[in-house]
């Protein structure tokens, strides 16, 4: 049986060096995040890249990851500087310059080496106050 926490590891190591093809989504993966719910590898790797238009250098960072059978949960911050567009629900939000140090925690669901699902829950208050686009 693969070990939870290092595809997860992997997920996080692809993202932060922008290798789709290193990602281990599954084909009919499953992800959740504030203001979305998507279905399918090409679908959460485009939901991801969103984020990295919009923070080209940002990193995702584990603070805590705990395994349990096939579930990983992680506690972590993403790291970065606003340098490109966001593209959101509401419109897109031109680059701020600003830095951002979210926190934010998932659960993962993995099959042999793939994950198949991620429930991401961070607070978009805080990451539009960090952009100056929103009280703080």
Known sequence: MTDPGA????????FNAR????EPWSATAEFVAPGAAI???????????VFQEAFPEGRLEVRQLLVDGDAAAVEGAFVGV???VLRTPAGEVAATGRPVDLR???LYRVEGDELV???????QLDLLGQLGIAPT
Request: zero cysteines; glycine letters at 12%; charged letters at 30%.
């Open 7 to 14: 595809v997860v590891r992997r997920h996080i190591e692809a």
């Open 117 to 123: 699902s991620e429930h991401l829950f961070f607070d």
């Open 104 to 106: 934010w925690a998932a």
């Open 19 to 22: 290798d789709r093809d290193a």
């Open 82 to 84: 606003h340098d490109g």
């Open 39 to 49: 279905s399918g590898r090409e679908q959460v790797l485009g939901f991801l890249g």
